[in-house]
């Protein structure tokens, strides 16, 4: 087996607001039994944070930039030095193993240059719904949950049918970026795409993707990360808006040409409207419909003629 034990490697974290959670995180870092070389923080907060953390062999460095998870990222990683990076939500808590056991599957492949890069598995995934539910999204061409499927792979309407754990370690299209661990020099090739400022729902699956058309992404069940509930996530009064303005201009990015995985997106946002009217209804807000059509028609209205 090539070991990678002693190929060291940074952590990138995007962060805002987050003044309390991010030295927890910070720790769960330190405490790896394969530590970190560097941690770079990269902070849009309206108050600056000020770390306070004895980093003992890690160095720490703490950088500003403008509110954008795209932005932190890519001006994150331009400051790593090391062959591999890891891209780390501000609000993630990892095993003490988690790299350790990472880069011992990446050491199993091959080495190095056998894959772009390796994730563990979510410990509490989202909700998958009950049945007529998940019937409702398997119709509409939604993100689902699968456990029948071998591992994560696109739908006609580039949302993703999700295997939440496999059976074994699987490699995977592309990965949302919550605790990734990547070769530094395909992050820096594949930039994360800076189009649109503050939080960017879909950025980690474009980035991924096209990351994983030059090497395998692996994704292994054996180590797990906790991940609270994103911005983007069902309980912010903006969801909607995101799923309607980012995510539907990162799957356009990927779709396919030709009529059927055409009709499968606008199946899919037909889906994603009636889903938005449904939230409406329940929570007495017509700001769900109202900021899905916004963000919709936005990014519409960015297609070049003729598309």
């Known amino acids: 087996m090539l070991g990678l034990r002693d190929v060291p490697y940074s952590v990138v974290i995007p962060t805002k607001d987050r003044h309390e959670i991010l030295p927890v995180t910070i720790g769960f870092l330190l405490a790896q039994t394969d530590p970190p070389q560097r941690i770079v923080v990269v902070d849009a907060?309206?108050?600056?944070?000020?770390?306070?953390v004895e980093?003992?062999?890690?160095?720490?460095?703490?950088?500003?930039?403008?509110?954008?998870?795209?932005?932190?990222?890519n001006f994150g990683v331009a400051h790593v030095e090391t062959p591999l990076?890891?891209?780390?939500?501000?609000?993630?808590?990892?095993?003490p193993d988690y790299v350790e056991t990472l880069k011992r599957h990446w050491?199993?492949?091959?080495?190095?240059?056998?894959?772009?890069?390796?994730?563990?598995?979510?410990?509490?995934?989202?909700?998958?719904g009950g049945r007529l539910g998940q019937l409702y999204r398997r119709v509409f061409q939604l993100h689902i949950q699968d456990p029948a499927a071998a591992h994560h792979t696109f739908r006609r309407s580039q949302k993703v049918r999700f295997r939440v754990v496999p059976a074994k370690p699987v490699f995977i299209p592309a990965v949302s970026t919550m605790a990734v661990l990547y070769r530094t020099e395909l992050a820096r090739k594949h930039p994360f795409d800076e189009h649109f400022p503050g939080y960017a729902l879909g950025e980690d699956l474009d980035m991924s993707f096209r990351v994983?058309?030059?090497?395998?992404?692996l994704h292994v069940p054996d180590v797990q990360y906790v991940h609270a509930w994103s911005e983007g996530g069902r309980g912010s009064p903006r969801r909607w808006y995101y799923r309607g303005r980012c995510d539907t201009y990162f799957r356009l990015k990927r779709l396919d040409p030709g009529p059927v995985p055409a009709a499968a997106f606008a199946l899919s946002v037909v889906g994603e409207l009636i889903g938005a009217a449904a939230d409406s209804a329940k929570e007495r807000d017509l700001s769900h419909v109202r900021l899905f059509v916004?963000?919709?028609?936005?990014?519409l209205r960015e297609l070049p003629r003729g598309s």
């Open 107 to 128: 050491a199993e492949r091959g080495g190095l240059e056998a894959l772009a890069a390796v994730s563990g598995t979510a410990a509490r995934p989202a909700p998958a």
């Open 294 to 299: 916004t963000g919709l028609t936005e990014t």
């Open 45 to 52: 907060s309206d108050d600056p944070i000020r770390l306070d």
């Open 55 to 73: 980093a003992r062999d890690a160095e720490l460095t703490l950088l500003r930039h403008a509110p954008s998870t795209s932005g932190q990222r």
């Open 85 to 95: 990076v890891l891209f780390l939500d501000d609000d993630v808590e990892l095993p």
């Open 212 to 217: 994983a058309q030059e090497a395998p992404i």
